[in-house]
């Protein structure tokens, strides 16, 4: 009996965390489609400062810019870097005009 319960326990962690990382898996690519589609609704584009730049063990960037008198700062990821881009760098990008907080940069497949 007690070996029963503890296949059961065993069975229900399992279920729970796959629940789980689909959950957070599914809501990280919501939050992108929602950031492409309000970008190519309405955009115009900037450039911005490369803060941070990672490519070892995965690709992120975080970029630093301002439009109209308001600074913002993305946290993203990227696909190629042609330019051999990286900290300090200048970078392009679009920008939704209804909400300058989303962005594609020059380094996404979809700018």
């Not at 995965?58 to 946290?75: A, M, N, Q």
Request: proline share 2%; with cysteine.
């Amino acid at each position: 009996m007690k070996k029963i319960k503890l296949i059961l326990l065993n069975i229900l962690l399992i279920a729970l965390v796959c629940t789980g990382l689909y959950v957070f898996v599914n809501r990280i690519e919501k939050e992108h489609q929602v950031r492409l589609e309000t970008v190519n609704r309405s955009y115009n584009y900037s450039r911005g400062l490369i803060t941070d730049f990672k490519s070892y063990k995965g690709h992120s960037l975080v970029v630093r810019y301002k439009i109209g008198s308001r600074y913002f700062e993305f946290s993203g990821g990227w696909d190629s870097n042609p330019k051999r881009l990286s900290e300090g760098d200048s970078i392009s990008f679009r920008y939704s005009v209804e909400n300058p907080r989303y962005i594609i940069t020059e380094l996404e497949k979809e700018y």
